[in-house]
């Protein structure tokens, strides 16, 4: 069973930084693509980020040279951590904050564009950049 649980969401100032983690079970395949995406209330969902099995990342435009996306993995126990360290927030970036998987690879669709494609996703954790 596929599991994914958020944390590090909260407030913060403009200008100011965030790290999102992700703790994702039940995975042990070895080709994947994980990614943040986010939705603000009364907009649609857009992709953020995205990171594949080997490596690869992907940004949306608005956020590249701000935010970076990584990855551990433990496989010997099928757990992987997704981390998203966020800088130089601005109102904009406010939303719900979802992590993602897919069992496939990011080369495989455009997953930032169309995060809808993500098999598996987590409950979301808040982050909100107000002054």
């Known amino acids: 069973q596929v599991q994914l649980v958020e944390s590090g969401g909260g407030s913060v100032q403009p200008g100011g930084s965030l790290r999102l983690s992700c703790a994702v079970s039940?995975?042990?395949?070895?080709?994947?693509?994980m990614g943040w995406f986010r939705q603000a209330p009364g907009e649609e969902r857009e992709g953020v980020a995205v990171?594949?099995?080997?490596?690869?990342?992907?940004?949306?435009?608005s956020v590249k040279g701000r935010f970076t996306i990584s990855e551990d993995n433990d496989k010997d126990n099928a757990k992987k951590t997704l981390y998203l360290q966020m800088n130089s927030l601005n109102s904009e970036d406010t939303a719900m904050y979802y992590c993602?998987?897919?069992?496939?690879?990011?080369?495989?669709?455009?997953?930032?564009?169309?995060?809808?494609?993500?098999?598996?996703r987590g409950q979301g954790t808040q982050v909100t950049v107000s002054s």
């Open positions: 993602a998987i897919d069992l496939f690879s990011c080369h495989y669709s455009d997953y930032v564009s169309a995060p809808g494609r993500f098999g598996y």
């Open positions: 990171i594949d099995s080997d490596g690869t990342t992907t940004y949306r435009h």
């Open positions: 039940g995975v042990s395949i070895s080709t994947y693509c």
